[in-house]
């Protein structure tokens, strides 16, 4: 009995040295979050739902778009990444023109390739070559696409 | 009663466990983790082929362009190689400001291990590949300052049997002066000139087969592991770390990683991007107005021997010149990501070698002054001067060996 209320005791200190210490964690992390947000642009990124390859609805609703990379997104590789564009019904979009731009809000800076479609696949499926992101952390991968529905667009959060 | 003591000191096993991890983790986070991983030596993809040089790979090139780098031949005094510069006993540079050959140039030399890795060679990134980077100081008047005719008749004179057992017969050069080349230097144009197109063709032909051996034996240059590496791989494999760095150093890399912001270009194996900023260095007084990339990008884009060239190996695209960025004004003054593998070891640092040591380098980062052309890009860190400290302690723990390949052994006479 005795042995047990001391085992009992040295597990309540190791909880309580625990859970100290992972409040300490967390507040260090929040203070680096502070931080960079003092040498950083000041842009939050989004919710973790927010990110990802799609399907993805333009900025006024025309289209949705979704991303196909042909290996998964890694920093510092030129890559190639095959876009989906759909109406809202799901129809196919063909023969719409494409523009690409991205960068890191967070960092103030573009993206350091200038990507463009180079096929049009068939389908509403677009190929887009040479993309490369030059670290890791949030980026914006923005598509102007002007379509049979008009002009839109949509921009997709990347974690790399 | 006995289950319940059976129960507590199992949990209180676990909670050491827990501890124990925790401890083998040196308080890093699973993300953290991931991250220095993904900076570690280990993490470095295999070195990509070069379709552009055909020899690339071959080891009978490797060891002819590991003599021709070493051959004072290969220049207007006889008294310049390539190793003048990059000098193996130094990490392969030289560590002065400014590059010295027959004269002074306007950039600091640059290293070579790992080097087949980067898409741009050059502080302005202005050549495409190993083999085109090389030929570059070689008709540099102020580096090599000879001419391509000239290098052309130091292989026949001196390495025949070996270059055409590699690239086939070597032309006919009688006819053709020692000195002649597309160089700032009148009386080379001149003689250049008087060459028939056939005549160019042969010598530029050797020329680039030069750039091409060279480039063999610099691709085999590859770095080892570093103290950080091996902290790493601690880490990875759950054992206590303890002992690999110091406290100051672990509280560096917290702040590389963190706050000091240095991954946002300083990242990957090689702790760099691979990109090209402006981090407002201030040019070197007394030298020629230096645009950085902004000129480099249109440079490689018009450059003899880039991938699209006649000289290249490889009929297939080239990537990185189809979707290079050009024109922008973020261009101006930027200045290639300079790996930090070895940074210990090679000051002066920047460009032109303007920042002396470590710590000035991270004042600079620190303080971040306005650019005096183009924009800077950095933002004031604001960091105390123990962290600064921690940083370059931290920095100095990337210094690891050099691997080059060694002289293949005597041939036997026949």
Known sequence: ?160 | MTNRTFSAASLALVATMATVAASGRDGWTPEQLDELRSMSLASLEPLPRDPTNRVADDPRAADLGRRLFFDTRLSANGGVACSTCHQPDRAFQDGIALARGVGTTARRTMPIAAMARSPFLFWDGRKDSLWAQALGPLESPVEHGGTRALYAHVVADAYARDYEEIFGALPDLSRVPRSAGPVPDQDAVSAWRALSGGQRDDVTRVFVNIGKAIAAYERGMELGPSRFDTYVAALTSGQPPHGILTDAEVAGLRLFIGKANCTQCHNGPLFTSNEFHNTGVAPRPGLPVDHGRLAGATAVLSDEFNCRSEWSDSRARCPELEFIVTGEHTLDRAYKVPSLRNVGERAPYMDAGQLATLAEVLDHYNRAPAAVTGHSELRPLRLKPVELQQLEAFLRTLSGPISVMEPAPARSTQ
């Open chain 1, 1 to 160: 009995m005795t042995s047990t209320q001391r085992i009992d005791r040295s597990m309540v200190r190791r909880t309580v040295l625990t859970l100290a210490a992972l409040a300490a964690a967390i507040s260090m992390t929040a203070c680096s979050h502070a931080m960079m947000m003092i040498h950083g642009t000041g842009a939050k990124r989004p919710a973790a739902g927010e990110f990802g390859l799609g399907p993805r609805t333009s900025a006024e609703g025309r289209y949705v778009a979704t991303l196909e990379p042909a290996t998964p997104l890694r920093p510092r590789q030129m890559q190639t990444v095959r876009v989906s564009v759909r109406d809202a019904d799901g129809r196919a979009i063909d023969e719409a023109r494409i523009s690409v731009d991205g960068g890191m809000p967070q960092h103030g800076h573009g993206l350091p390739t200038r990507p463009r479609v180079t096929r049009n696949v068939g389908d509403g499926i677009y190929e887009i070559e040479g993309v490369r992101f030059n670290m890791g952390g949030w980026w914006e991968f923005r598509l102007a696409i002007a379509g049979s529905r008009g002009a839109d667009t949509v921009t997709f959060n990347l974690a790399l």
